[in-house]
């Protein structure tokens, strides 16, 4: 059996959109700290973990001035770990 890479991409986004839904359409998801000792302190998976944290934000929420320097300082770290 063949899996391809976009497939599993979408199972995860329609998953992950249903869990983002009904547990935190009103709320933040748990900050980075929370949850680092989860994924053993995975630097790489923790980057990308705070930019979607905050894409969340933005996107359901109210950011507070501190959520906005929060993803303002993630910028540089993601940019690295891309490059």
Do not use: C
């Not at 900050?31 to 905050?54: G, M, S, T």
């Amino acid at each position: 059996m063949k899996i391809s890479i976009l497939s599993i991409g979408n199972k995860l986004m329609i998953r992950f959109n249903r869990l983002t839904e009904k547990f935190f359409q009103k709320v933040p998801w748990p900050e980075a700290e929370a949850i680092a000792p989860i994924v053993n302190n995975d630097a790489q998976f923790l980057i990308l973990y705070r930019e979607l944290y905050y894409r969340h934000i933005y996107a359901r929420l109210t950011p507070t001035i501190e959520h906005r320097f929060g993803s303002y300082d993630v910028t540089p770290l993601l940019h690295s770990f891309l490059m």
